[in-house]
């Protein structure tokens, strides 16, 4: 069985459109902020190698993990040039990690990532990681990471998945992507 993984080839080439990241914040505890600041400098780096300029991030350090405090803090600093929230979560709780998504998907439409603590500390996969949270930062703004030259012009391509969610029956959400870039997603199909 061939490896299909694409990350090594995609870190290895530019991207075919990046998307350059000039203002974004990352918000984080102080405990955090060493480990999550070197994280910062690996990924200018190896989005460098992808062809995708990204600066420092702004850095806010926060004192606790709570819910409230990332809402709060990404609310305040809400403004139309920020291109991207990033958050560091010391562990993974439901309640915040919906509760970043919601304010940042509805209420103070930005792009969001949220990775964990525990993702970023191991220094023998930092590197791996940094470029996939690139990639995904890449297409969560409108980037596309790579084309293929289709030569019939009368032809259109559709991919289709589905995505089940076990726990609320009789609920599933649908994408649908075409060459001709239009999505759509659909919820509660039967």
Known sequence: MQDVDWT????QSNCSTPIHLKHWQILCTRRD???VMEFARMMIGVAAQMGIMIVQPQHKELQNDRTETFIRNISASFSASVQMVMCI???MRDDRYHAVKR?????QPVPSQVVQTRTISNPKRVRSVAQKVVLQMNCKMGGVLWSVNIPLKSLMIVGLDVYHDTTKRMCSVAGVVASLNRSCFTRCLI
């Open 8 to 11: 090594r080839q995609l870190a």
């Open 33 to 35: 902020t060493p480990k």
């Open 89 to 91: 979560f010391p562990s």
């Open 103 to 107: 304010l940042c998907c509805l209420q």
